[in-house]
């Protein structure tokens, strides 16, 4: 359950459908990750679903180069692993850029 | 390829032609045994036209740019070919200067990389008389080379230290990008208990922005300062500027292709294997291997104008040498991780999967034989095949 419905998850608490998210999961994922969602965190989020349903894989390097925002910025986000937490409150997969 | 495909094309009508700068080809695992002084820098180099067979074409020379719509390469010296088919083998190479201070002051003084024959050397004779203190094993960003490499890395320098009768004078961390010790999460639990116990501790999570030359220190985005007296680092990992300069590449400069049959997805007539393609598998020589047997079928199937019907399926097998003469076997792909089990036979091994031994870590020297005499032959291993064999595999 998050904000009031039924999600399927994964172990790692990754959305498996990204047609069940909306803004209401997102806050409630951030709250979650101790994260206070600023229109910047939104713009962010934003151009990381827009990737995803383009089908752009995605890493932190070519976020920093999106224009969106600079990796230091990126850190300054989300402290924390930022494109897990980032991808995570987006509602996408976790980036498989690591292999 | 070229000796894949010379033996299967028509000679009247196929030329094959091997473009390539070096003189020299390098046997890469051999990098990480060579600042051990494991093996010596003599065994690990050979000519390459001593690989080239007879029939095909060598031309020793820098290519200038790729002109993919003209299908035609460009060389340095204003020579010009044309081609029908390209397979671009471009590999990867490191990027140190990517990282801020990284190639700076200490570079090759006390922050080193093993991954180029000349930094390995480097790394060799710095370590014949190093006195101790806290030595840092990093990787910059993923992907690199052989993920595996960095943590065989920390496992051969506990055991050269305790060979030495001086691992008490020497620290080693292991710092990560990732949030373990390697990017899948069966041998991610092996791997970690292994470095407990050789007392190696784990920095996780840890993305450098810069390297301060004067304090000996990484810093990271997030403001974390890691000090070191020796940093033994992967830089970031770059396709050939080549293929930046032909436009054909990422941002990394790797050739986006399809993860099954290896063609390009920008030209046709273009295909990318091993470490020059951007597809999700890693970039292990083994890789290269497994994918030389499905393109050079998928090069038939292209010339005969059929569909591509052979597909990789990310298929890599690599022993990670975890040091005093023992090593352990992975064997993995796109949908598995890697499993335990015996490998290549099923239930009677000798190699046994995810687990420790002696018969593991003489597979990986024996390796060198093989590379040399069979791989850049050509020739196939026997009972070792392109796709993953599921049979004697434990799957979760």
Redesign the interface.
Request: aromatic letters at 6%; a positive charge.
């Given at each position: 359950m998050i904000a009031g419905k039924t999600i399927a998850v994964n172990e790692e608490g990754y959305l498996i459908n990204f047609s069940q998210w909306d803004r209401t999961i997102g806050e409630e994922l951030a709250k979650e990750a101790s994260i206070n969602l600023t229109p910047s965190h939104w713009n962010l989020i934003n151009y990381i679903q827009g990737e995803y349903k383009k089908e752009i894989?995605l890493t932190?390097?070519?976020i920093g180069?999106s224009g969106v925002v600079d990796?230091?910025g990126?850190?300054q986000l989300f402290?924390?692993?930022?494109l897990?937490t980032a991808t995570k409150i987006a509602g996408v997969p976790k980036p498989?850029?690591?292999? | 390829m070229a000796n894949h495909l010379h033996n299967k094309l028509n000679k009247k009508e196929w030329a094959i032609t091997v473009m390539d700068e070096r003189k020299n080809h390098y046997y890469q695992p051999g990098f990480l045994f060579l600042p051990f002084d494991l093996y010596t820098p003599e065994a690990l180099v050979q000519p390459i036209q001593k690989f080239i067979p007879r029939d095909v074409n060598f031309i020793n020379e820098s290519i200038e740019k790729i002109i993919a719509g003209e299908n035609r390469v460009e060389m340095a010296n204003g020579k010009s070919y044309s081609y029908d088919i390209l397979i671009v083998a471009t590999g990867t190479n490191i990027a140190p200067e990517e990282v801020e201070g990284m190639h700076g002051d200490e570079w090759e003084k006390s922050v080193f990389n093993f991954y180029t024959f000349e930094g390995a050397l480097a790394l060799r004779n710095k370590l014949r008389d190093w006195q101790g203190g806290h030595l840092v094993v990093h990787i910059t960003?993923?992907?690199i080379k052989c993920?595996v490499a960095p943590l065989e890395f920390a496992f051969l320098a506990d055991s050269f230290f305790k060979h030495k009768g001086m691992r008490e004078k020497v620290n080693i961390t292991y710092v990560t990008p990732?949030?373990g010790a390697f990017?899948k999460p069966t041998a991610t639990k092996a791997l970690e208990h292994l470095l407990g116990e050789k007392n190696i501790s784990i920095i996780s999570?840890f993305?450098i922005?810069r390297v301060d030359n004067d304090k000996k220190a990484m810093i990271d985005?997030?403001g974390k300062e890691i000090l070191f007296d020796l940093l033994v680092t992967v830089p970031t990992n770059k396709g050939d500027k080549l293929i930046e300069r032909s436009g054909l590449g990422d941002?990394?400069n790797y050739v986006p292709a399809n993860k099954a049959t290896l063609q390009s997805l920008q030209y046709e007539n273009i295909f990318a294997i091993g470490d020059a393609a951007a597809i999700?598998?890693?970039?292990a020589g083994s890789v290269a291997h497994f994918e030389a047997e499905i393109l050079t079928k998928n090069i038939l199937h292209y010339i005969h104008n059929e569909p591509l019907t052979e597909e990789f399926d990310g298929h890599a097998n690599c022993f990670i040498e975890t040091g005093n003469r023992r090593a352990l076997l992975i064997d993995f792909n796109y949908a598995h991780e890697p499993v335990t089990g015996t490998f290549p036979f099923a239930g009677l091994g000798p190699l046994e999967l995810l687990k420790e031994s002696h018969m593991n870590h003489l597979g990986k020297i024996a390796f060198k034989w093989i590379y040399w005499h069979m791989l850049l032959k050509g020739r196939h291993i026997p009972f070792v095949s392109g796709k993953m064999q599921e049979s004697g595999k434990e799957f979760v």
């Open positions: 894989p932190i390097r070519r180069k990796i230091k990126l850190y402290p924390m692993a930022p897990k498989a850029s690591c292999i | 960003e993923m992907p993920p990732l949030s990017t999570d993305a922005e985005y997030g941002e990394l999700p598998a890693s970039k």
